[in-house]
């Protein structure tokens, strides 16, 4: 299937049947394919804890290989991290190419360092179909300092107007921090008015060198007005937000405060992707993350080695791994997830109570349960649609 049509019909479910992603079920229906470690940053809340290159990174072959298996798995979207994805340019611009050619829709994030006018026509004419750039937070200072380079926030806002002024659909990744909460209201409008519509928020999640800051993560207070000032950003800008890092019900408390106050329940997320049928974390159930050694982790938050696919194939790691298949079973989850009406519809961030408790079927220390009971979501209500990817 052509990317076109594939396009043509993604846009028909949205606009006519307010769908997503659908795919077969049990499905890998996203990926993220960490192309390599190499990373031409140090940032200090890396969850990967990107550096040097793997000594055994995938081969192109290899990588092709694993495309072919997702492609008779079911997945519809690729995104491409790393490290710095784009210190494998050739690479990702082969496969995205690859991609398209099977029909998967293929996106990359990046700290748009490398990011010129003719990078971004090469991803574009490789059919990529959005580009991730960070920005977390809108005063340059703050910026550098969390990726731990001068000169960083300029270079990701160049990045930002060259896909824009080339038509690549720009997806903004912005880090919520306790320190930089403030700002958010400044750093949102300011991008939209580059034209930017996308943003992806995130949360802070302990992993990686991430780990050592977990004093920037948000107190509660701010995690749920932070839900509340987004929900009425999406009211009065035509604006996207999704909520990843661990917050597997954002999708859910948005779509119900919409629809308690009879306003726009429909285009609340990142349009290619968001997925119906949504079941709160994703992690091992329509997603998992593969890594630069053809490692397989549930998530990019939860690494857990469950396989590696040059010793295994994807489709006999997908459905065999014990890991993977305690983590569909929601009724095996512990304490306070364990007992909860929402556990089938949430189940926590599994990559958060793993970093917490070392046990990822324990509880999530981080919970929205009172502010899904304060706004009235029913746990039989959420079916609809998610996103949180990792
Ligand atoms: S206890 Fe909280 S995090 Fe866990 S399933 Fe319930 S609502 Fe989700
Ligand atoms: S483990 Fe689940 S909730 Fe946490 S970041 Fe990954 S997909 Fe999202």
């Known amino acids: 299937m052509g990317v076109g049509f594939k396009l043509f019909e993604l846009m028909l479910r949205q606009k006519l049947l307010d769908r997503g992603l659908e795919g077969k079920p049990n499905s890998p229906l996203i990926v993220s394919y960490a192309v390599t470690r190499a990373c031409n940053l ?26 072919d298996e997702l492609a008779s798995l079911g997945t519809e979207a690729l995104i491409f991290s790393g490290g710095e994805p784009l210190l494998r340019k050739n690479f990702i611009l082969a496969l995205a190419e690859y991609c398209v050619d099977l029909g998967i829709l293929p996106a990359m994030l990046t700290n748009g360092l490398l990011l010129n006018r003719r990078v971004a026509e090469e991803l574009k004419d490789a059919g990529i179909l ?12 703050n910026h550098d300092k ?3 380079l001068p000169g960083t926030f300029d270079k990701a806002i160049q990045a930002i107007k060259t896909c824009l002024d080339v038509d690549l659909e720009v997806v903004i ?36 060198r991430g780990k050592d800051m977990m004093d920037q993560a948000m107190d509660q207070t701010q995690r749920v ?26 999708p859910e408390l948005v779509s119900k405060m919409h629809k308690i106050n009879g306003t726009k329940p429909c285009n609340l997320f990142l349009k290619q992707f968001w997925v119906h049928d ?23 938050f939860l690494p857990i080695t469950v396989g590696n696919i040059r010793e295994r194939s994807l489709t006999d790691i997908w459905f ?36 917490c408790t070392g046990d990822y079927l324990e509880s999530d220390p981080v919970c929205l349960q009172d502010l899904l009971v304060e706004q009235g979501v029913s746990p039989s209500s959420i079916n609809c649609f998610g996103w949180c990817v990792g």
Do not use: W
């Not at 200090?44 to 092709?64: F, K, Y």
């Open 42 to 67: 140090r940032c200090l809340h890396c969850h990967v804890s990107a550096r040097e290159p793997m000594p055994n990174e995938l081969t192109l072959q290899e990588a092709m290989h694993a495309v």
């Open 146 to 148: 969390l990726r731990n």
């Open 320 to 355: 065999n791994s014990p890991v993977l298949n305690q983590l569909r079973q929601r009724n095996l989850l512990k304490g306070k997830c364990g007992e909860c009406q929402y556990r089938s519809g949430c189940g926590g961030c599994r990559g958060r109570a793993y970093a």
């Open 173 to 208: 990744t912005t880090m919520a921090l306790k320190d930089t909460y403030a700002e958010i209201p400044q750093r949102i409008n300011s991008l939209a008015q580059l034209g930017v519509k996308q943003f992806a928020v995130y949360d802070l999640v302990p992993v990686g």
């Open 130 to 141: 959005a580009v991730g750039i960070p920005i977390d937070s809108i005063v340059p200072a």
């Open 278 to 300: 949504s079941i709160g974390c994703h992690a091992g159930i329509a997603y998992f993350s593969l890594r630069p050694n053809g490692d397989v982790y549930p998530c990019t």
């Open 225 to 250: 007005n932070l839900i509340r000032y987004l929900y009425q950003m999406q009211e009065t800008k035509d604006l996207l937000f999704t909520m990843s890092g661990g917050i597997p019900l954002y």
